[in-house]
């Protein structure tokens, strides 16, 4: 299956891309690394939102295992993904790529509110927009605030980078013999429970139609050999 050209997309990342080969925290190197790869993202005409998970300084539903109200510990793990935000604003604005910030829990001091007209504004002027925060409310991942976002912006796609070339019918790290999927629908990924991302995100796309493209991150130049049509991915879509 050919994979369509895309306009407009939502760039989810995880915190732990951030980390590079430490074990926790924010590397700059990898930042800058990764913010080299939207940069070119951005100068091949792309218009592009970021979310960024925040698994580097804190999880949420970790917290919670341990005992702490998991409300509260939601709540942590959405400051930390401001965090990862601004940090990835750095390293764009440092590679000339003007950049704006929205959170759903305000913190004018530091970055915009998460207003949807806006945020549009920002993106017709060639800005890259990074939303954070997640939703603003506890139990829902990153995930779900990406595809949420995704389609508040009508992205035409939202993209998930992630450490591994696309979808398996079981985890490629863990059996040789995994079988990659090239396209896939969203039913069979929610029926085969194939963890591309949280029910509640992988349903939010299916419902608005927006296409999940799984790929690489870690591999320089992946990105936008994959938004060219090129590259080693998966697309889920309403179609098999």
Same mark, same amino acid.
């Given at each position: 299956?050919?994979?369509?050209?895309?306009?407009?997309?939502?760039?989810?990342?995880?915190?732990?891309?951030?980390?590079?080969?430490?074990?926790?925290?924010?590397?700059?190197?990898?930042?800058?690394?990764?913010?080299?790869?939207?940069?070119?993202?951005?100068?091949?005409?792309?218009?592009?939102?970021? $979310?960024? !998970?925040?698994?580097?300084?804190?999880?949420?539903?970790?917290?919670? *295992? @341990?005992?702490? +109200?998991?409300?509260?510990? /939601?709540?942590?793990?959405?400051?930390?993904?401001?965090?990862?935000?601004?940090?990835?604003?750095?390293?764009?604005?440092?590679?000339?790529?003007?950049?704006?910030?929205?959170?759903?829990?305000?913190?004018?001091?530091?970055?915009?509110?998460?207003?949807?007209?806006?945020?549009?504004?920002?993106?017709?002027?060639?800005?890259?927009?990074?939303?954070?925060?997640?939703?603003?409310?506890?139990?829902?991942?990153?995930?779900?605030?990406?595809?949420?976002?995704?389609?508040?912006?009508?992205?035409?796609?939202?993209?998930?980078?992630?450490? $591994?070339? !696309?979808?398996?019918?079981?985890?490629?790290?863990?059996?040789?013999? *995994? @079988?990659?999927? +090239?396209?896939?629908?969203? /039913?069979?990924?929610?029926?085969?429970?194939?963890?591309?991302?949280?029910?509640?995100?992988?349903?939010?796309?299916?419902?608005?139609?927006?296409?999940?493209?799984?790929?690489?991150?870690?591999?320089?130049?992946?990105?936008?050999?994959?938004?060219?049509?090129?590259?080693?991915?998966?697309?889920?879509?309403?179609?098999?």
């Amino acid at each position: 299956m050919a994979r369509p050209r895309f306009h407009r997309i939502l760039l989810k990342l995880s915190g732990e891309a951030l980390m590079g080969p430490g074990q926790f925290g924010i590397d700059p190197a990898t930042v800058a690394s990764l913010a080299g790869e939207v940069q070119a993202a951005r100068a091949a005409g792309m218009e592009l939102c970021l $979310v960024i !998970g925040g698994g580097n300084i804190f999880r949420g539903m970790a917290g919670a *295992a @341990k005992g702490m +109200d998991r409300a509260q510990a /939601d709540y942590m793990g959405m400051l930390a993904t401001v965090m990862n935000a601004l940090a990835m604003q750095n390293a764009l604005e440092q590679l000339g790529v003007e950049t704006r910030v929205q959170s759903a829990i305000k913190m004018d001091q530091v970055c915009e509110p998460v207003i949807r007209r806006r945020a549009e504004r920002h993106l017709a002027k060639g800005r890259v927009v990074i939303f954070a925060a997640g939703v603003g409310s506890p139990y829902f991942t990153t995930d779900t605030g990406a595809a949420l976002r995704a389609a508040e912006m009508r992205c035409d796609a939202l993209f998930k980078g992630t450490s $591994v070339d !696309g979808v398996y019918d079981s985890d490629p790290k863990a059996n040789a013999s *995994a @079988k990659r999927y +090239d396209s896939i629908g969203y /039913d069979r990924v929610l029926g085969d429970d194939l963890r591309v991302m949280d029910a509640a995100a992988v349903a939010l796309c299916r419902d608005n139609d927006i296409p999940i493209v799984v790929f690489n991150i870690r591999q320089p130049g992946n990105l936008a050999r994959v938004l060219a049509g090129d590259g080693t991915a998966t697309i889920v879509t309403n179609e098999e």
